[in-house]
T-cell receptor
């Protein structure tokens, strides 16, 4: 069965500092990987996705993530955090259930707090 | 281009009651998935609808059922509500026909509180 682990429940960084959120996955085949962001009481916004090809993917809002097959990781990074980045971040893997049907398995999320 | 919309935004129900939540997919999408997000947790897959049929189901009891209409909109029904059903219910849409079923776009969710 596939699973996603986000080891850090809560991270606090200062505005302007760099950020790395960790994500490890367990999946038998080549995964489709995603990072979503959720502001309080809101739905999920897709930040970036990895399907194949270049292992460093760029997303919206200045975020990037690197797929490392050897480490089963897909860590999210941002060189300089803004106060508006404070939110909860979810890593997810898409499982192919057959005939083009996919379901997402999410990690438990990492809450990011930003100190002005 | 309208994104995924859900109604209502908030809902309060009593144990034992039934509830219906609604979702309209992003324009051009043909597949709707439903997820339950309990407080402090990541979303969990409930089921997915395509061509008006349930195609995949997560580990949820039969009290959870759904429907998809010809215009691709969808409903989630929960019977005999339990306190543990209190959660944010998220709808996600995708385009399966062109092989993009993995790229799912989420609505703002419906916050269900069961008292």
């Amino acid at each position: 069965a596939q699973s996603v682990t986000q080891p850090d429940i809560h991270i606090t960084v200062s505005e302007g500092a760099s950020l790395e959120l960790r994500c490890n996955y367990s999946y038998g085949a080549t995964p489709y990987l995603f990072w979503y962001v959720q502001s309080p009481g809101q739905g999920l916004q897709l930040l970036l996705k990895y399907f194949s090809g270049d292992t460093l993917v760029q997303g919206i809002k200045g975020f990037e993530a690197e797929f490392k097959r050897s480490q089963s990781s897909f860590n999210l990074r941002k060189p300089s955090v803004h106060w508006s980045d404070a939110a909860e971040y979810f890593c997810a893997v898409a499982r192919d259930s057959g005939a083009g049907s996919y379901q997402l398995t999410f990690g438990k999320g990492t809450k990011l707090s930003v100190i002005p | 281009d309208a994104g995924v919309t859900q109604s209502p935004t908030h809902l309060i129900k009593t144990r034992g009651q039934q509830v219906t939540l609604r979702c309209s997919p992003k324009s051009g999408h043909d597949t709707v998935s439903w997820y339950q997000q309990a407080l402090g947790q990541g979303p969990q897959f409930i089921f997915q609808y395509y061509e008006e049929e349930e195609r995949q189901r997560g580990n949820f009891p039969d009290r959870f059922s759904g429907h998809q209409y010809p215009n691709y909109s969808s409903e989630l029904n929960v019977n005999a509500l339990l306190l543990g059903d209190s959660a944010l219910y998220l709808c996600a849409s995708s385009l399966r026909v062109q092989g993009n079923g993995h790229e799912q776009y989420f609505g703002p969710g419906t916050r269900l509180t069961v008292t």
